[in-house]
């Protein structure tokens, strides 16, 4: 068993199709007696975290079922010309988010609300005249997940409240600085993005995009949780071992949540909190 302050902030950043290897994460912590009190995700991390809250107890069955559901054709829907026609047509971006607010509504089973959910949750995405990551924590629930999933240039951007809302990956790909806003005394944080590690060379438009914004997104983690670890203890899940797969790779999803658990399960058997301080690191160095 692993005492930890509360509450616990469990805290799923971005990463697209990687964010399956979050499913193994989640399993992990709670053999060894460590549950969520608040949950406060970015992006892919806010579709698995709003989950997580509505039901925690199921939330690895419950996103066993969703993540069946994510395959490339759902969220990134259409090839390269009709890629094209919807860029012509709309401009700032290549897929509509019909398809991830599908699965998110699935998954959902009917909470509509942030106040339906089980737990305090934070959906993380930035708003783009401010450039600022923005911490939804109530209201509208439907609108607020795919919102903080809307990738720049391949989804459009989620209009809510009078304003635009885009994937919150640049400011705060793992959102570590908002748990504590929140009120968390320690952090799980689930990175899904291969830490130390950046995607192979883009071989298409969509995955030049996301390689464009993923140094800038792995140096935030870096720069701040060493500062959060200075009064609450942080424990960095390892995720998965290095392998070549992209955020838009759909295709490995069943080896991505075996291969996350085993590894968080052998980090956390050999874990000793013994107070504030960073156990596991975002370089992948533990």
Known sequence: MIALPEPVGFVPGGGGS????????????????????????TSVGS?????????????????????????????FPGGLLTQARTLRQHRTHLFPNTGP????????????????????????EVEPVAGAAVTLTSGDLVSAVPASAAIPGVHPPVHRDGLVHYDGSVPANVPIRQAPAMGAKSLVLLDCAFPGHLPAVPAAIAEALLF???????????????P??????????????????????SHHIAELVASSYEASA?????????????????????
Request: charged residues 15%.
């Open 47 to 75: 579709v698995n975290g709003a989950l997580l809250a509505l039901d925690p107890a199921h939330a690895f069955t419950r996103l066993g079922r969703v993540w069946e559901r994510m395959t490339r054709s759902r969220v």
């Open 101 to 124: 607010a599908e699965v998110v509504a699935f998954g959902l089973d009917g909470a509509a609300d942030f106040a339906d959910l089980a737990l305090p949750f934070g959906a993380v």
């Open 266 to 286: 052998r980090f956390l058997d050999a874990l000793r909190v013994t107070g504030p301080g960073l156990y596991g690191h975002p370089s992948g160095l533990r």
């Open 212 to 226: 464009r914004a993923t140094p800038g997104m792995r140096n935030q983690a870096v720069l701040e949780v060493e």
């Open 18 to 41: 990687l964010g399956a290897g979050q499913v193994g994460m989640l399993r992990a912590p709670a053999g060894h007696g460590v549950a969520p009190d608040l949950v406060v995700g």
């Open 228 to 249: 959060a670890s200075a009064s609450v203890p942080v424990l960095y899940l390892p995720g998965p071992p290095v392998q070549p797969v992209t955020p838009l790779d």
